[in-house]
């Protein structure tokens, strides 16, 4: 692959992919919860400036996404998950990485599967596409990942959004973006899905007094002793 | 179109005024009133379909396959509408649910409901996969209404391995975009699963199959197959009866009906490859998996709606298994499984809600002598669980006779391995019934007002379909078939 065939803009669009997936290293190693949420928002922001990059490109529809990932990604969802851990008093929680050694390199050794995976489709014209669409898919790998590492509820939904971005990445920079009834649809489902997740603090937070979620383990225990 | 329109914009208008009405009593009512309108109108909009074939345009595509699906979903929608309009107003006397709750009971039931028709109806595979992860948003607030610790865990679980499925669902969305746009002359239908389907020829196989391995494992999830079931058997024991009813007997299958259509898409851009059956494989693997492993575990439960939540888990994975075998034979009896599945589950699920209230525990151990205090769920659970296992005369036994017959002709050696599953899971269900349906009843148990008129309705139905099909369903089932494997079975 040569970087100096693609346009100024493609290279652009390129780096801020990269740092999507950077950023999303920075979300797996962090241990803070407030500056978890932090790295979260900024990736929301590096995505909306890599779609609105693609949408100059001459896919103008995709303003709008770029517009509604801005005001979902990195405002409204942050904003509503600070609030919450403050309410909650989670502030100064801190959760250190069991074995960060271990994850982080099974954070690369995921990049690397993601590139194996999309290698067969290589072979379509776009150099590009086929890097964004492994970054990508690195990205909803990694948020997996975090999902599995952690234990706090908080985290496990950064986790969680933070595959949405990688799927956001892999709709805009793969195929410039899905036809807008999709869009609309797919943006409102994650808002509503955070709004529940904020109800479902409370509710484990009342049920267990804290935002554990290794104890919840009622279920899993009920079919164990059996 | 109208009624189409009607069939599936009614419940979401329900869902809007039911979330506004405060009284319990006119809540239910209502509740039972959209769902009887909503299936009138996917009656008739059947009815259109079978006269003047397939109805494509505005964003739709309805035809004989998801058409019954329709049907059935509206079906099930009003019997567990009527069930659960005492059942609930039980519950909420008995103090478990607060008024407020009740209100977001009733709105969501009919949001589920839109979700699920949307989800059959819409030609837009993007669409397509928002209506279910709709689903799930408007159920997991549902699974957790009894607020218990153990209802809140259920439904966090269910949240989040749904959600982490249906993104990876998502993905695989993503990619079979991209494949269209090198293959389609018209860009902005690279979504539409009619043009997509038409065209399936020129999308490039190797993007396909890759995506193919994602869609599988992300509506996989919903359909419970193993190792992605844990969320089902928690969702479906912890909320209130109803929702285990229409989970287990629609959302179920509409995430299977969601493969199936991706499924037709891979196998025609696949076909002149060296893989062609790739799908296919995949489906039988995963499917008989969950198969084998649900039978096994529906002896280990201990909480009786735990048990038929791995009974359902069994029979999608016999579903999946049935599809992915391809060919008109399985292909028919995969369908008709589908439809005496959901119609028999849910009557199970209902005579469960009934049983439960009896003997005041969910508590497999806790429940017994059904029959003498209460004839009609007696014999109602005695009666649900033959026709699940798979007896005849019941409907079920037909769908898995036609299965093991395809099997037995494509692949021979596999049908020991049907035989054992059904055998296991078959003592799994019984050791646990009987001292359920025949053991000594506690002292002092008291019969409850129950309305077995549903179950009487549904088991009815499975029976009359496993001693004689009506000609015109089974020309609507052959007909759906020909749309899935290309080839009339009768």
Known sequence: MNLMQLTLLEQAVFVLAALVLFLSFAMLAQARLLAGIHVFAWQGAVLAAATGLVAAGGAPHLFISAALTLALKALLIPWMLHRLVRRLELERHVEPLQHPALVLMAGAGLVIFSYWVVVPIERLELVTTRNILSLSLAVVLIGLLIMVTRRQAVTQVIGFMSMENGLFLAAVAATHGMPLVVELGVAFDVLVAAVLFGVFFLHINESIESLDVDRLNRLSAREDDT | ?490
């Open chain 2, 1 to 490: 179109m109208n009624a189409l329109l009607i069939a599936v914009f009614l419940p979401l208008a329900g869902a809007l005024v039911l979330a506004l009405v405060r009284s319990l009593a006119l809540a239910g009512w209502l509740n039972l009133g959209f769902c009887a309108g909503s299936l009138a109108a996917a009656v008739w909009l059947a009815l259109q379909i079978l006269r003047g074939g397939d109805l494509t345009g505005d964003g739709f595509h309805v035809d004989a396959f998801n058409v019954y699906l329709v049907v059935l979903t509206a079906l099930v929608g009003l019997t567990t509408a009527i069930f659960s309009r005492p059942y609930m107003a039980h519950v909420c006397r008995d103090g478990q649910v607060s008024e407020g709750r009740m209100r977001l009971y009733h709105s969501m039931f009919q949001g589920f409901l839109f979700t699920m028709l949307l989800a059959l109806t819409t030609d837009n595979l993007g669409v397509l996969w928002v209506a279910v992860e709709g689903a799930t948003l408007a159920t997991v607030l549902l699974v957790s209404l009894y607020r218990t610790p153990e209802s809140v865990e259920a439904a966090w679980k269910y949240f989040i391995l749904c959600g982490v499925g249906i993104a990876l669902a998502l993905f695989g969305t993503v990619l079979v975009y991209f494949a269209a746009q090198h293959a389609l002359a018209d860009v902005a239908e690279g979504l539409s699963w009619s043009a997509l389907y038409a065209g399936a020829d020129r999308l490039h196989p190797t993007v396909m199959a890759i995506a193919f391995v994602f869609l599988l494992v992300g509506y996989g999830t919903k359909v419970g197959l193993v190792p992605l079931h844990n969320w089902l058997p928690d969702a479906h024991s912890e909320g209130p009866t109803p929702m285990s009813a229409v989970l287990s007997g629609l959302l179920l299958n509409v995430a299977l009906y969601a493969v199936v259509r991706f499924k037709m898409l891979v196998d025609g851009a696949l076909a002149a490859t060296d893989k062609a059956a790739v799908a296919g494989h995949l489906m039988m693997g995963f499917g008989l998996l969950s198969f084998l492993v649900a039978g096994l575990f529906l002896h280990r439960q201990r909480d009786i709606k735990r048990l038929f939540s791995y009974s359902s888990i069994e029979h999608m994975g016999l579903m999946t298994f049935a599809f992915g075998i391809g060919g008109p034979l399985a292909t028919f009896g995969g369908l008709l499984h589908m439809l005496v599945h959901s119609l028999t589950k849910s009557a199970i699920f209902i005579t469960v809600g009934h049983a439960t209230h009896i003997a005041g525990t969910q508590t497999i151990e806790h429940i017994r002598g059904m029959i003498r205090t209460q004839p009609a769920v007696g014999w109602g659970l005695l009666l649900g669980v033959a026709a699940i296992a798979g007896f005849p005369p019941f409907g079920v036994f037909t769908s898995e006779f036609l299965l093991l017959s395809a099997t037995m002709q494509s692949w021979p050696w596999l049908t020991t391995a049907l035989l054992f599953g059904l055998v296991v899971a078959f003592a799994g269900l019984f050791r646990h019934l009987h001292p359920m349906v025949y053991g000594k009843a506690p002292e002092g148990q008291q019969p409850v007002a129950a309305n077995m008129l549903p179950v009487m309705a549904h088991l009815g139905l499975v029976l009359w379909l496993g001693i004689a099909i009506p000609v015109a369903l089974s020309r609507w089932l052959d007909q759906a078939t020909f749309l899935i494997t290309g080839s009339h079975l009768l």
